[in-house]
């Protein structure tokens, strides 16, 4: 288990039979209680990284906010956490609007997003008096400043800039990125157009900008960059009404043994000082940061488990493993060519000897979850485990060829509690007419 202790919880160590354990819990035992696929969170490990988010912000600035992407994972158990540990909460959808406030977030905590906010979507917004709506285009400004004059409210709102900063694994660049279907660019005087517009409108209280530079960022100077060309964008359009600085999320995880991301006491450090020197460098007022993290708040605290439902051996080609479950549980495979480990609960001290391809059940050949695994036999009954998988897993969930979806259990401290039940045969045709 070793080499893979950076991609596990830290809770993660044999009980002493030698099954894996996390939260104090026998991995194999929740497998056999609640059944497979399975989704385990460490939810001791969750509260510690929400408390740990907090406090590192808040070290530099105590007014700093950090506002959860609910979209990595939105169960009511871990909004309800989030609440209680005094984060915001980033919804990007009348759905996840539903799901915050259904949790207990009060209005003001809630930050909405989206790219394509429908009429319907700002009204429900509107009449729940969410604290800040992000927006996103020209038509929905003036969209919004109509409907909160409908709702007779003045609605805060941040503009989403695209800055044009590219991270990516190694390096970290600046690109006019006139070309996306989020925000306002820098570039081409749209994010200017967009103050004007938010400045000139009655309904609307413009009190800050939003930019989000990416996903699984390990380099974090790219946060440094972005900052600096969001100082200059203030200073050209005056502080006024420019008094909160939304980073977004990004911050990475480690998937592979191989993976190193910066703790988030260091992201925060850099991320605080980058905002405050190049404001202070052109003389602008500091704003009040917020930061955005899905990712790196919940990845590292899920794992899921699945059953091995049939092996193939193609003399000469490969082993196939087959588990019960795949693409309808974890798409980052086969969306994005995400790489997982894989170990397995029931020996995770075993030796690995064979190179096998792991795959799903779904009928997709691209229904692969490792295209090259490395593990110890493996044979049909086995459990196998993939971890880091709690950021955009079940959250991306679907029942792509009846599949019911998994559950979800929290386990801390030797207790496993069910926070999502599995889905039934039956919830697959409650919406049929
Ligand atoms: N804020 C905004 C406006 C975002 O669009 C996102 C993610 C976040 C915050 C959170 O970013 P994070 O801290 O999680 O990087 N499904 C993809 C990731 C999509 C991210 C979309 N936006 C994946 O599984 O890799």
């Known amino acids: ?137 020209l038509g929905e400004i003036a969209l919004l400043d109509r409907l909160a004059g409908e709702h007779g409210r003045t609605q805060d709102v941040l503009i989403r800039v695209t ?86 999320g990004g911050l990475g995880i480690a998937y592979t043994r191989d993976d190193e991301p910066p703790p988030v006491e260091e992201y925060a450090a850099l991320l605080m000082e980058a ?11 500091r704003p009040r940061v917020m930061v955005e993290p899905g990712r790196s708040m919940v990845g590292r605290a899920g794992v899921t488990v699945y059953r091995v439902t049939g092996t193939k051996d193609i003399p000469g080609v490969r082993r196939y493993v087959a588990v019960d479950g795949g693409m309808s549980d974890l798409m980052r495979p086969m969306l994005y060519g995400a790489v997982y480990e894989a170990l397995l609960p029931e020996r995770p001290a075993a030796e690995a000897t064979d190179t096998l391809r792991l795959v799903g059940k779904h009928c997709e050949s691209g229904d692969v979850l490792i295209q090259e695994a490395v593990l110890p036999p493996l044979e049909r009954g086995d459990l196998v485990c993939l971890p880091a998988t709690g950021a955009y897993g ?19 401290a030797g207790e496993a509690t069910l926070v999502v039940r599995r889905e039934t045969y039956a919830d697959l045709v409650v919406r049929d007419l």
Not at 228 to 238: D, K, M, P, S, T
């Open 394 to 412: 079940v959250a991306m969930a679907s029942n792509y060829n009846g599949v019911t979806r998994p559950a979800v259990v929290f386990v801390d």
């Open 163 to 248: 800055p044009g900063v590219k991270p990516s694994t190694h390096a970290y660049i600046s690109t006019g990125q006139l070309d996306s279907k989020f925000g306002f660019s820098l570039e081409g005087g749209l994010a200017a157009a967009a103050v004007a517009a938010c400045r000139g409108a009655s309904h609307l209280n413009l009190v800050g900008l939003h930019c989000h530079i990416g996903s699984q960022i390990f380099e974090i100077g790219a946060y440094r960059l972005a900052a600096n060309l969001l100082a200059q964008f203030v200073r050209e359009q005056g502080a006024d009404g420019l008094a909160i600085m939304d980073m977004g």
């Open 1 to 137: 288990m070793e080499p893979l202790s950076q991609v596990l919880p830290p809770s993660a160590t044999t009980t002493p039979e030698g099954h894996l354990s996390i939260g104090g819990c026998d991995v194999v035992a929740l497998a056999g209680e609640y059944g497979t696929p399975l989704v385990i969170y460490d939810g001791g490990l969750l509260r510690d990284t929400m408390r740990r988010y907090v406090a590192a912000f808040r070290a530099h600035d105590p007014h700093a906010e950090v506002i959860y992407a609910s979209k990595a994972f939105w169960a009511q158990a871990v909004l309800r956490m989030a609440h209680e540990e005094d984060l915001r909460v980033d919804v990007a959808s009348g759905g996840e609007l539903f799901l915050a406030l259904h949790a207990g977030f009060p209005a003001e905590k809630i930050v909405m997003h989206g790219n394509a906010k429908d009429a319907a979507e700002i009204r429900d917004a509107l009449a729940a008096q969410v604290g800040l709506i992000v927006v996103d285009s």
């Open 275 to 285: 905002v405050f020197a190049e404001w202070d460098a052109l003389g602008i007022p």
